[in-house]
């Protein structure tokens, strides 16, 4: 039986674009939806769905907020109330990009009582340049929650390995390949397989 996998991120091209992560994202889940049933969840500026190749993407309503925690809450719930309309009931496996999304999966991996893990480009240390201000710690605190109770965290390079493993005490696991997640996927699958 083939994995099914639902990735959850804040940027998705072509509908929510903010940098690069949106790409990189894209790029990951394409060549994963190869090998696995792929669905996406991403806000943007309409509620709908569409395929992306063979990757299942599903919008949730987007509204920014000056302050990215408010945020943050705001795309819980409405990742959370479309969920059971979108979400498969044999899904295997949640797969969170960065840390807002990494909440959100934390809270659906509880409700579906699946793992989650978590794909990591950055942290709020690198981010902030190591400065500290009450917004900064606010991001570092859910991040170090969301990362910390993931089953496995992806650091995607060097940098946001190092920041995981001395700023929040969280042994990543470093990816440099697509084949890499790959592995980890399929550890998961077969231990599910074995419970």
């Given at each position: 039986?083939?994995?099914?996998?639902?990735?959850?991120?804040?940027?998705?091209?072509?509908?929510?674009?903010?940098?690069?992560?949106?790409?990189?994202?894209?790029?990951?889940?394409?060549?994963?939806?190869?090998?696995?049933?792929?669905?996406?969840?991403?806000?943007?500026?309409?509620d709908g769905n569409y395929l992306d190749g063979n990757v299942r993407v599903y919008t949730v309503s987007d509204?920014?907020?000056?302050?990215?925690?408010?945020?943050?809450?705001?795309?819980?719930?409405?990742?959370?109330?479309?969920?059971?309309?979108?979400v498969p009931s044999d899904i295997g496996l949640i797969h969170a990009h960065e840390w807002i999304s990494s909440?959100?999966?934390?809270?659906?991996?509880?409700?579906?009582?699946?793992?989650?893990?978590?794909?990591?480009?950055?942290?709020?240390?690198?981010?902030?340049?190591?400065?500290?201000?009450?917004?900064?710690?606010?991001?570092?605190?859910?991040?170090?929650?969301?990362?910390?109770?993931?089953?496995?965290?992806?650091?995607?390079?060097?940098?946001?390995?190092?920041?995981?493993?001395?700023?929040?005490?969280?042994?990543?696991?470093?990816?440099?390949?697509?084949?890499?997640?790959?592995?980890?996927?399929?550890?998961?699958?077969?231990?599910?397989?074995?419970?």
């Amino acid at each position: 039986m083939v994995l099914k996998v639902l990735h959850i991120s804040t940027e998705y091209p072509p509908h929510r674009v903010v940098g690069s992560l949106a790409f990189q994202v894209r790029d990951l889940v394409i060549k994963l939806s190869e090998r696995y049933d792929v669905y996406l969840i991403h806000p943007a500026n309409f509620d709908g769905n569409y395929l992306d190749g063979n990757v299942r993407v599903y919008t949730v309503s987007d509204r920014w907020f000056s302050d990215v925690v408010a945020y943050m809450h705001f795309l819980l719930v409405e990742v959370a109330s479309r969920a059971p309309y979108i979400v498969p009931s044999d899904i295997g496996l949640i797969h969170a990009h960065e840390w807002i999304s990494s909440v959100i999966a934390k809270v659906l991996s509880q409700r579906l009582n699946v793992p989650y893990i978590v794909s990591a480009y950055s942290t709020e240390p690198i981010r902030s340049g190591g400065n500290l201000s009450l917004l900064s710690m606010a991001i570092r605190d859910w991040e170090r929650y969301a990362f910390s109770s993931a089953l496995f965290v992806l650091a995607h390079n060097r940098p946001t390995y190092d920041s995981l493993r001395n700023d929040y005490g969280i042994n990543a696991i470093e990816v440099r390949t697509t084949e890499d997640i790959e592995k980890i996927y399929n550890d998961i699958s077969h231990q599910r397989v074995h419970q």
